[in-house]
């Protein structure tokens, strides 16, 4: 795997996180209601940056969780034989809640409805939207973000990788062929 190039930088990452969060904000006409979740593994760090910036803004807390959908992903059999499950950390009810699920790439969207039918197995919540850092093109699925970072024109065969500061060192996103 080849890097072909940077594709956002630090800067250009915190500044799609500030938009974003103005966008969820002046959507939602105001914060009252919403709780952002993360989808493991990047969408995490994602998420948390979000809320900080949001509560920045509006002067209140959202809060976040956390979300593996491994047991919900339609391709389980074909990754592994033996799955692992890293923990689902909700500690919020999301009935009635505007939940936000927040990922770092948008691709096929098949992660996004693993996601909704994990966050359906919770509770029932009032709406769900979608953030994405990135978002890629190539649906298999109809479903669209809410919230995007960034378009990114790719072909099925390239990468896009986000890497963040809490688990990377750096922030940046990179497209390899």
Do not use: W
């Not at 034989?81 to 009935?95: G, H, L, S, W, Y």
């Not at 850092?133 to 190539?138: A, E």
């Not at 649906?139 to 990788?161: C, F, M, Q, T, W």
Request: include cysteine; charged fraction near 30%.
């Amino acid at each position: 795997m080849k890097e072909k190039a940077v594709i956002m930088d630090e800067q250009a990452m915190d500044r799609a996180i500030v938009r974003i969060s103005h966008e969820i904000v002046e959507k939602n006409k105001g914060v009252e209601g919403i709780a952002l979740i993360g989808i493991k593994t990047r969408g995490i760090p994602v998420a948390n940056r979000i809320a900080e910036t949001i509560e920045a803004i509006e002067g209140e807390h959202i809060p976040v969780g956390e979300l593996d959908i491994t047991l919900y992903r339609d391709d389980l059999s074909k990754k592994s034989d033996t799955a692992v499950v890293n923990c689902t950390r909700v500690e919020f009810d999301i009935t009635g809640r505007t939940i936000i699920l927040v990922d770092d790439v948008l691709f096929t969207g098949r992660t996004a409805r693993a996601a909704m039918d994990a966050i359906m197995d919770m509770g029932r919540p009032k709406m769900i939207q979608l953030a994405t850092l990135i978002d890629r093109g190539h649906r298999e699925l109809p479903i669209r973000a809410d919230y995007v970072g960034k378009n990114v024109p790719s072909s099925r065969s390239e990468i896009i990788k986000v890497s963040v500061s809490e688990m990377d060192g750096d922030s940046f996103v990179s497209i390899y062929e």
